[in-house]
């Protein structure tokens, strides 16, 4: 595994770190984030929010600041890095593509449920045309078997992705099964494979490294686990340890540190750590974003988060559906009330 493989780093910070902070980035929390990332030489910044191109929502959670303007501050300030977005079809459209492409991003990543690939046909499509680099990225893919994941991720190929991604959204994949995952994908599907993790289950890091051994040569950080959830694998740790093993990002490791301390670090609300909710996401298997609005429904309802975030995994719940958290709340305080017990 050591040696001069290259391996190619997109910070997410400033998209699934959206969640982290109720989506209140404000512009100039993005200008200093991107500049500072641009300066350590970090290659691709995902901006939007954190459920993609026009996420913001009373469903999803509503932005302080029109995603487009973070957008357009990340670009200006960017001498080398390129700006990505994130699309979740059936939220972002077509027309959110095209805007973002006018503003000069340069990369879109197209999200869905690992097991519906074929939304994304014409998404994929159209970034393509646009001249993006395009990246397939199949979410809570925990949720289906190596042979299914194949299947979609040839789909996402054959539409013209770039990249497609194995996506761990509720951090709930085990080292073996990323392993497996990454394997069969590289049997199998023609393009680069790309790894995201988040850290429910303090795998983040093994995970990826995993992921890098199998042959994943695209992998996703969030500077100071700055993520949904307990955050994503830590880009200035992973960075480090990548330098250790002899494989190069071409990131200078000090401006990470630097930035991780200096610009990232105030921004966070509480510090990023495995908390009882985020290690029951991982536990579980449910959408990493799910977390805070889990924790506000458990406090309307006056009853305990972990068993709205277990009864949701219990009901495979996905990404999009995060109005089933009020139904599933109102339920669990029904059944509270009456005696019928929940665990």
């Known amino acids: 595994m050591s040696g001069n493989r290259e391996i190619i780093i997109t910070e997410v910070a400033l998209r699934d770190g959206s969640h982290a902070i109720n989506h209140q980035f404000t512009v100039e929390q993005v200008i200093d984030v991107a500049r500072a990332l641009d300066e350590a030489n970090v290659p691709y910044i995902e901006v939007s929010h954190g459920d993609g191109l026009a996420g913001s929502s009373l469903q999803y959670g509503l932005s302080r600041t029109d995603e487009l303007k973070l957008i357009e501050a990340a670009v200006s300030v960017c001498k080398q890095a390129t700006i990505g977005v994130l699309l979740l079809p059936g939220i972002g459209t077509i027309k959110d593509l095209n805007t973002a492409a006018q503003l000069g991003v340069g990369m879109a990543r197209i999200a869905t449920h690992v097991t519906e690939a074929d939304v994304s046909a014409q998404h994929i499509a159209r970034s393509k045309e646009l001249g993006l680099f395009t990246v397939g990225f199949l979410m809570m893919s925990h949720m289906a078997a190596p042979e299914k994941l194949v299947e979609q991720a040839k789909l996402m190929e054959s539409y013209g992705a770039d990249v497609v991604y194995v996506v761990d959204s509720a951090g709930a994949l085990l080292p073996d099964q990323v392993a497996e995952r990454i394997r069969a994908l590289k049997q199998s599907v023609g393009v680069p494979i790309g790894f995201h993790a988040h850290n429910n289950l303090s795998l983040a890091m093994a995970n990826t490294l995993v992921a890098i051994k199998e042959g994943a040569t695209r992998i996703d950080g969030s500077v100071r686990c700055l993520g949904a959830g307990a955050g994503n694998t830590q880009t200035e740790v992973l960075v480090a340890v990548l330098e250790r093993m002899g494989i190069q990002t071409g990131i200078d490791l000090y401006k990470m540190m630097d930035l991780a301390e200096e610009i990232v670090a105030p921004i966070l609300q509480v510090p990023q750590e495995i908390t009882r909710d985020s290690l029951v996401l991982g536990y579980a298997g449910v959408y990493s974003s799910f977390r805070l609005h889990a924790e506000r429904a458990a406090k309307r309802f006056g009853i305990d988060s972990r068993d709205i975030l277990i009864e949701l995994g219990r009901q495979k719940a996905v990404g999009g559906q995060e109005d089933m ?19």
């Open 325 to 343: 958290i009020i139904d599933v709340a109102a339920e669990i305080a029904k059944k509270k009330k009456t005696g019928a017990g929940t665990r």
